[in-house]
């Protein structure tokens, strides 16, 4: 069965500072990864995803993640924080090979505070 | 306009009753989803229709029923509330059920039994 966990239910960081949020998943066959952000009393908005081709993907807000299948790892990372990325963060993978009919499977959530 | 709008956005009620929740989406999509999100923020799928049809059933109680009168909606009626049920609950939508299609999210039906 597919999981996806990340490491880190809060993450605090200066403004300014690197954001590195932790994502990993188990699956037998290498699924396709997204990551979304849900800012407080909001729906949930997607930043990026991978599918196929290049590993490293840009999203939006200037955030990026990179797929590493050696490490079952799809990590979110922003070189320099602002206060208004403040909000909680979800990875999600979905299964790939046509039978998940479109069901994500979402990790526990990272809450990320940024401090002035 | 609001692309996947869900109603209402609050819903306080009793055990025992039944309640629904509406959600509707104006972006053209064939496919929508219900997800629970618990008190832990844990998000999981409950159900998904594709032009109408189910094609997600997890293993949700019986006491939850969705209905698709159109592409358009999906609604999720919930019978004999149980206080286990109070968590916010995502509808979305998606072009196709296909592996790369991005899944846009509404803003969440709140709901607390009392």
């Known amino acids: 069965a597919q999981s996806v966990t990340q490491l880190g239910s809060h993450v605090s960081v200066s403004e300014g500072a690197l954001v590195l949020l932790r994502c990993n998943y188990s699956?037998?066959?290498?699924?396709?990864l997204f990551w979304y952000v849900q800012y407080p009393n909001q729906g949930l908005q997607l930043l990026l995803k991978y599918t196929t081709g290049a590993t490293l993907v840009k999203g939006i807000n200037g955030f990026e993640a990179e797929f590493k299948k050696s490490e079952t790892s799809f990590h979110l990372t922003k070189p320099s924080a602002h206060m208004s990325d403040a909000a909680e963060y979800f990875c999600a993978a979905r299964v790939a090979g046509g039978t998940s009919y479109g069901k994500l499977t979402f990790g526990q959530g990272t809450i990320l505070t940024v401090h002035p | 306009d609001t692309a996947v709008s869900q109603t209402p956005k609050y819903l306080v009620t009793q055990m025992g009753n039944d309640k629904s929740i509406k959600c509707e989406q104006n972006l053209g999509h064939d496919t929508m989803y219900w997800y629970k999100q618990d008190s832990k923020k844990f998000l999981k799928i409950m159900f998904s229709y594709n032009n109408k049809e189910l094609i997600i059933n997890e293993t949700v109680p019986n006491r939850f029923s969705p209905k698709s009168p159109d592409k358009a909606h999906l609604n999720l009626h919930i019978n004999s509330l149980e206080l286990g049920d109070s968590a916010v609950y995502f509808c979305a939508s998606s072009q196709d059920y296909g592996e790369t299609d991005t899944q846009y999210f509404g803003p969440g039906t709140r709901l607390t039994v009392l």
């Open positions: 699956s037998s066959v290498p699924p396709y």
